[in-house]
Structures are given as structure tokens and as C-alpha cells.
């Protein structure tokens, strides 16, 4: 059980992550927040990766796929506070639940996870309540809109690199994401700087790093120690913090289709976690059929 719940504690880290970036681009540019959240997460994280050893950032395996899966970190997290800018909560968060359904489609071709058809049918199930909960609008068809689909296949694509990528530390992929998004904040900030106007807010762009950094440590171990596709539909979850956080912080009032929706939502979540334990279950009971 160790994968899924640290799934679940992992998404509860980016709700946080979100609402916070929510706030704080309100006010701030989208390149001072990402540099000062990445600030703030190396504070943490380079005694942690020195004390692992330069060893483990000069030979870290597969550097092509290392540098993909930098790049594709960095867009996810511009394109998520820049969709958050226009959009509410909620509506961006739905837009990244998308990323699950992208993982378990691919992950028989490219992880050679076995995905029998009841799976399936409950991620289609958790698809369909996202749609649910998803009224359209004709902000759907705007430019945030579409970054927001970009951003959430670029997070599905973080989330199967680290498959392959299960030797590299926790920390180590870490601190190469948080780098890369850091270099590209330093990049922009030159053209869209506002002064921090107190202390308080400073405190929070540095929560943000580090919240951010625990949620993506935190995925990372879950999807190794898990197969995607028991994982992977327990983003899901994120929806519903949505609706708390949005209630709480901006006054959305969660609808009908958005309670629908969510409850869809779980329920394939959990019914894909309890098929997979019942598979392990049987597995080790029954003695593989030779094909």
C-alpha cells in the first residue's frame, strides 16, 4: 500500500503547490515566481543531493532522457501558472487530470505494464467524470485553455520517465527540475519584476518551493515503486482538493457536476488499486501459465 498513499500525499502537495501559485501570480510576474520558488527548494535540497555524492548528478543514467524530462518539467510548470492566471482553479486542475489517462494508455507500449480491460474501464469512467465536471465554456477554447493541455502532457510525460529513470535518486531528479525551471525564471524575470511587497508574501514564495519540491520527490517514489497504472488514476484526487481550495481561498462554490464528477472520479481510483491488489494476491497464490 505504500505506493498509492504516497500517491495521495503527493497530490495533496500539489493542491497546495497550485493554490499557493494561484495566489501569488495574481501579483507577482510568472518568472519571479518560479525562480523564487526554486530558490527556495535548493535551500533544502543541495545538502541533500551533497550529501548523496557529486556522483550522483555527473553520472546520472540516461542524460538524454534526464535533459527530456527537464525541459518537459520546466514547460509543465509555465504552462500551469500561466493557465491559472486566466483560469480558475478548478478548471486547471481538470485539464491536468488528463495526464493519468495519457500514462495508462501509454504504459503497456512503453512500460510493459499488463492493463486488463476492467482497468480500463474504470479509468474510462474517470475520464468521463472529469467531462462531467468540465462544463464547457467558451473559455475551454482559449489560449490558456490549450496551455493547459500542453502542461499536462508534459506532466504525463515526467510521470513515465520516471519509470525509466528508476535508478537516478528521488533527489537527484528533483534538483535537476527544480534547475531547469529555475534557469528559465531567471530568463524572464528580467521582463516582468514586481518588488515583493512583504514579508508574508516572501514566506509564501518560499513555501511554494518547497512544497513543490516534496510533491514531486513524493510522485516520483510512487510511481517506482508502483506500476503506473495502479498509481497514476489517484491524481484524480486532485480534483477534489480543488473544490476545497477554491471554496476556501477564491469563493468558488463547488456545483452539481463538480460533486457528480469527483465521486466518479474516486471511485475508479479505488477500484483500480483494489483490482491490483487482488491480481498481486492471486499471483502469488497460482504459479504462472507458461505461453
Given at each position: 500500500?505504500a505506493?498509492p498513499?504516497?500517491?495521495l500525499?503527493?497530490?495533496?502537495?500539489?493542491?497546495l503547490n497550485?493554490?499557493?501559485g494561484?495566489?501569488?501570480v495574481a501579483?507577482?510576474?510568472l518568472g519571479?515566481?518560479?525562480l523564487?520558488r526554486?530558490?527556495a527548494?535548493?535551500?533544502i535540497l543541495?545538502?541533500?543531493?551533497?550529501?548523496?555524492?557529486l556522483?550522483?548528478?555527473?553520472?546520472?543514467?540516461?542524460?538524454?532522457m534526464?535533459?527530456?524530462?527537464?525541459?518537459?518539467?520546466?514547460a509543465?510548470v509555465?504552462?500551469?501558472?500561466?493557465a491559472?492566471?486566466?483560469?480558475?482553479?478548478?478548471?486547471?486542475?481538470?485539464?491536468?487530470?488528463?495526464?493519468?489517462?495519457?500514462?495508462?494508455?501509454?504504459?503497456?507500449?512503453?512500460?510493459a505494464?499488463?492493463?486488463?480491460?476492467?482497468r480500463?474501464?474504470?479509468?474510462?469512467i474517470?475520464?468521463?467524470?472529469?467531462?462531467?465536471?468540465l462544463?464547457?465554456?467558451?473559455?475551454?477554447?482559449t489560449?490558456p485553455?490549450?496551455?493547459?493541455?500542453?502542461?499536462?502532457a508534459a506532466?504525463?510525460?515526467?510521470?513515465?520517465?520516471?519509470?525509466?529513470?528508476r535508478?537516478?535518486p528521488?533527489s537527484?531528479l528533483?534538483?535537476f527540475?527544480?534547475c531547469?525551471?529555475g534557469?528559465?525564471?531567471?530568463f524572464?524575470?528580467p521582463?516582468?519584476?514586481?518588488?515583493i511587497?512583504?514579508?508574508?508574501?516572501l514566506?509564501?514564495l518560499a513555501l511554494l518551493?518547497i512544497?513543490?519540491?516534496?510533491?514531486h520527490?513524493?510522485?516520483?517514489?510512487?510511481?517506482?515503486?508502483s506500476?503506473?497504472?495502479?498509481?497514476?488514476?489517484l491524481?484524480?484526487?486532485l480534483?477534489?482538493?480543488?473544490v476545497?481550495f477554491?471554496?476556501?481561498?477564491?469563493?468558488d462554490?463547488?456545483?452539481l457536476?463538480?460533486?457528480v464528477?469527483?465521486?466518479?472520479?474516486v471511485?475508479?481510483?479505488?477500484?483500480?488499486f483494489i483490482?491490483?491488489?487482488?491480481?498481486k494476491?492471486?499471483?502469488t497464490v497460482?504459479?504462472?501459465i507458461?505461453?
Amino acid at each position: 500500500m505504500a505506493g498509492p498513499a504516497i500517491m495521495l500525499l503527493g497530490m495533496l502537495m500539489f493542491a497546495l503547490n497550485d493554490t499557493l501559485g494561484k495566489w501569488l501570480v495574481a501579483s507577482y510576474g510568472l518568472g519571479q515566481v518560479v525562480l523564487l520558488r526554486s530558490i527556495a527548494a535548493l535551500v533544502i535540497l543541495v545538502p541533500i543531493v551533497w550529501m548523496a555524492g557529486l556522483p550522483a548528478l555527473t553520472r546520472a543514467e540516461r542524460p538524454w532522457m534526464q535533459l527530456a524530462r527537464v525541459v518537459c518539467s520546466t514547460a509543465e510548470v509555465f504552462c500551469f501558472y500561466y493557465a491559472v492566471m486566466y483560469l480558475p482553479l478548478a478548471d486547471v486542475m481538470t485539464y491536468w487530470l488528463a495526464a493519468p489517462i495519457y500514462v495508462a494508455a501509454l504504459s503497456p507500449l512503453l512500460l510493459a505494464d499488463k492493463v486488463g480491460w476492467r482497468r480500463w474501464t474504470a479509468i474510462a469512467i474517470g475520464f468521463f467524470g472529469v467531462i462531467i465536471t468540465l462544463e464547457p465554456s467558451t473559455a475551454m477554447f482559449t489560449m490558456p485553455a490549450v496551455i493547459s493541455i500542453i502542461g499536462s502532457a508534459a506532466f504525463a510525460f515526467m510521470m513515465i520517465s520516471g519509470r525509466f529513470l528508476r535508478g537516478t535518486p528521488d533527489s537527484t531528479l528533483v534538483f535537476f527540475q527544480v534547475c531547469g525551471a529555475g534557469l528559465a525564471g531567471l530568463f524572464f524575470v528580467p521582463f516582468d519584476w514586481s518588488p515583493i511587497q512583504s514579508g508574508f508574501d516572501l514566506g509564501l514564495l518560499a513555501l511554494l518551493g518547497i512544497v513543490s519540491m516534496a510533491a514531486h520527490m513524493l510522485v516520483n517514489r510512487a510511481l517506482k515503486i508502483s506500476d503506473a497504472a495502479t498509481v497514476a488514476p489517484l491524481q484524480y484526487t486532485l480534483l477534489l482538493w480543488a473544490v476545497i481550495f477554491g471554496w476556501m481561498f477564491f469563493g468558488d462554490v463547488p456545483r452539481l457536476s463538480m460533486i457528480v464528477g469527483a465521486a466518479l472520479i474516486v471511485a475508479s481510483g479505488l477500484f483500480i488499486f483494489i483490482r491490483e491488489q487482488m491480481l498481486k494476491k492471486r499471483d502469488t497464490v497460482l504459479p504462472a501459465i507458461p505461453e
